[in-house]
């Protein structure tokens, strides 16, 4: 099972995929836009992050759209995926309230 906390990066690639399937150009678009541009997925960072979370069950390759690529590689979310992306955005939730809260009070 994936550490309680995802790594950054893993977490925007399963944001990502929770829109859908894509291909690797896909998932790194995506990420870079839904980070304001703040993660860049770079080659061999992303195919790292796609084989160990394809181990881990979070995401799983599918077959590629008829008329696309045979050489782009295609993955979607698993049911495991939409959990753990869940549980990740409920504990990051969690932490900005508390630093909300703790920041009021600096500022009280």
Do not use: C, N
Not at 12 to 39: D, F, K, M, W
Not at 74 to 95: D, I, K, N, Q
């Amino acid at each position: 099972m994936p550490p309680a906390a995802l790594k950054a990066h893993w977490f925007h690639i399963l944001i990502a995929l929770g829109a859908g399937e894509q291909h690797g150009a896909g998932i790194v678009r995506s990420v870079l836009e839904e980070s304001g541009g703040t993660i860049r997925l770079w080659p061999v960072m992303l195919q790292t992050a796609l084989v160990a979370m394809t181990a881990e069950r979070l995401i799983e390759p599918v077959e590629t759209p008829p008329g696309q690529s045979e050489r782009r590689r295609y993955y979607r979310l698993t049911a495991t995926g939409r959990r753990v992306a869940s549980a990740e955005a409920e504990r990051l939730a969690r932490v900005a309230q508390r630093a909300r809260l703790a920041l009021r009070r600096r500022d009280a």
